[in-house]
Nanobody
Framework: QVQLVESGGGLVQAGGSLRLSCVASGTIFSINDISWYRQAPGKERELIARITSSHSTDYANSVKGRFTISRDNAKNTVYLQMNSLKPEDTAVYYC???????????????WGQGTQVTVSS
């Protein structure tokens, strides 16, 4: 079994920063792309950042220049550094990982349970 556990959410004032972490554990052969999504109340879940196994990154326009995704492959961990936070960044943040659990090339997709980020004005 594979588990993803996010942490680092909380309440912060506008303009502040938070750093989210997502740790993958369990039977893992390799991890391919890892992504951060967020879902605000009444809205669809949206992809905001992605990092490949070779550390290439991509961002949604809404967070580009403010958020930075990174990963530590040795620790099976991905981070999301969030700076210059705005009230509209308030959402539950989820990580999603493409994981190869054994020598078979089949990829499986896993979600974390989410961590709440609230930005006050």
């Amino acid at each position: 079994q594979v588990q993803l556990v996010e942490s680092g959410g909380g309440l912060v004032q506008a303009g502040g920063s938070l750093r989210l972490s997502c740790v993958a554990s369990g039977t893992i052969f390799s991890i391919n792309d890892i992504s951060w999504y967020r879902q605000a109340p009444g809205k669809e879940r949206e992809l905001i950042a992605r990092i490949t196994s070779s550390h290439s990154t991509d961002y949604a326009n809404s967070v580009k220049g403010r958020f930075t995704i990174s990963r530590d492959n040795a620790k099976n961990t991905v981070y999301l550094q969030m700076n210059s936070l705005k009230p509209e960044d308030t959402a539950v943040y989820y990580c999603n990982a493409e994981i190869q659990v054994d020598i078979s090339p089949r990829l499986r997709y896993y979600w974390g349970q989410g961590t709440q980020v609230t930005v006050s004005s």
